[in-house]
């Protein structure tokens, strides 16, 4: 008689507290993967591109080798 008034362990605070916490636990480890596999496609993604920029940036000079500079002319107040 004295087990049927006994509560069941599923229903004790302990029990509770420790559900709560491994859910927690249990969230934020997925969150974690999930962040460090967003981080881990975003550098792979700009390191691909940064090589394809690299290639377009490879500029030949027109005027034998030496680079054009332009200055714009400036009007300075003195």
């Avoid at 859910?23 to 792979?44: E, N, P, T, W």
């Avoid at 691909?48 to 490879?58: C, F, L, P």
Wanted: hydrophobic share 45%; with cysteine.
């Amino acid at each position: 008689l004295s087990a049927q008034t006994e509560t069941p362990f599923y229903e004790e605070w302990w029990f509770l507290v420790v559900m709560a916490l491994s859910s927690l636990i249990l969230i934020l480890l997925v969150v974690f993967a999930l962040v460090l596999h967003g981080q881990s496609k975003k550098y792979k993604n700009c390191s691909a591109g940064k090589t394809i920029s690299n290639v377009e940036e490879s500029v030949t000079l027109d005027n034998g080798g030496f680079t054009a500079l332009e200055l714009n002319s400036r009007h300075l107040n003195i």
